[in-house]
């Protein structure tokens, strides 16, 4: 199955995960929130399929096009 990285396309602090490892997205679903500038910038997955793995934790600092999580098509 190909695995497709999910990026932020923003700096920030990583404030949620509403999605755990292992659990079904569907294409445009939230996968994290980024929070920058005082808001709360959503990252959705680029496609449907299970999510599996994140790379990330809540608190964590992310860079603008880092990868956060994988998608398995």
């Not at 999910?6 to 995960?17: D, F, K, N, Q, S």
């Not at 910038?41 to 299970?50: F, L, M, R, W």
């Amino acid at each position: 199955m190909p695995e497709i990285k999910v990026v932020t396309e923003v700096a920030g602090r990583v404030c949620a995960l509403p999605v755990e490892a292992g659990s079904s997205v569907g294409e445009g679903d939230d996968i994290a929130f980024v929070e920058a500038m005082k808001m709360e910038i959503p990252v959705a997955s680029p496609a449907a399929g299970k999510l599996k793995s994140l790379l990330v934790k809540i608190d964590d600092v992310v860079a603008e096009g880092q990868a956060i999580a994988i998608v398995e098509t």
